[in-house]
T-cell receptor, first 114, second 114 residues
Framework: GDSVTQMEGPVTLSEEAFLTINCTYTATGYPSLFWYVQYPGEGLQLLLKATKADDKGSNKGFEATYRKETTSFHLEKGSVQVSDSAVYFCALSDWAGNNRKLIWGLGTSLAVNP | NAGVTQTPKFQVLKTGQSMTLQCAQDMNHEYMSWYRQDPGMGLRLIHYSVGAGITDQGEVPNGYNVSRSTTEDFPLRLLSAAPSQTSVYFC?????????????FGDGTRLSIL
């Protein structure tokens, strides 16, 4: 069945460092891919998405490219800030029969130190 | 614009008690869902609804009931609380069940069962 695997955390970086959080997936169809962010004490918020191969999603300096050949959707940011400290979730959305299915990664915690 | 509103934010129950977690959205979204978030287990789908009057089970439905009498509201009922139901509960909605539609989350209800 479909699955999402993201790198385990926690990830600790210094401010202005480069960030990569790996996400790979398996899917039988043509899924849409998402990154969500969860700040402490809050619900998840959509960070970016891509709906087809080679699409690049971007928001707030974060980017991720839908790579069908490597079944990956890695999250990157060139220069992180303390305010980026949060938990990041990779997710896959596809159809199963006549229902939507949404598969979540386990989340990667990021801590950015000043 | 309120988005998805969950009440209460915190609740402590005794084993065997029942309660209802409230969820309301003001975006006229068709699709609504309930998740629980537990450490190391990511997000797990409890129940979902693709429209008023239509509900279905997710991954972990046992011990929970839902109803969808209006487009706006999607309450989650715990029938007889058990310590295993201690968790953070999130309600989410999306405009349609389409795979490419992102989900909008509430801020969660933190529930402890003693």
């Amino acid at each position: 069945g479909d699955s999402v695997t993201q790198m385990e955390g926690p990830v600790t970086l210094s401010e202005e460092a480069f960030l990569t959080i790996n996400c790979t997936y398996t899917a039988t169809g043509y899924p849409s891919l998402f990154w969500y962010v969860q700040y402490p004490g809050e619900g998840l918020q959509l960070l970016l998405k891509a709906t087809k191969a080679d699409d690049k999603g971007s928001n707030k300096g974060f980017e991720a490219t839908y790579r069908k050949e490597t079944t990956s959707f890695h999250l990157e940011k060139g220069s992180v800030q303390v305010s980026d400290s949060a938990v990041y979730f990779c997710a896959l959305s596809d159809w199963a029969g006549n229902n939507r299915k949404l598969i979540w990664g386990l989340g990667t915690s990021l801590a950015v130190n000043p | 614009n309120a988005g998805v509103t969950q009440t209460p934010k915190f609740q402590v129950l005794k084993t065997g008690q029942s309660m209802t977690l409230q969820c309301a959205q003001d975006m006229n979204h068709e699709y609504m869902s309930w998740y629980r978030q537990d450490p190391g287990m990511g997000l797990r789908l409890i129940h979902y609804s693709v429209g008023a009057g239509i509900t279905d089970q997710g991954e972990v439905p046992n011990g929970y009931n839902v109803s969808r009498s209006t487009t706006e509201d999607f309450p989650l009922r715990l029938l007889s609380a058990a310590p295993s139901q201690t968790s953070v509960y999130f309600c989410a909605s999306s405009r349609t069940p389409t795979a490419s539609q992102p989900q909008h989350f509430g801020d969660g209800t933190r529930l402890s069962i003693l």
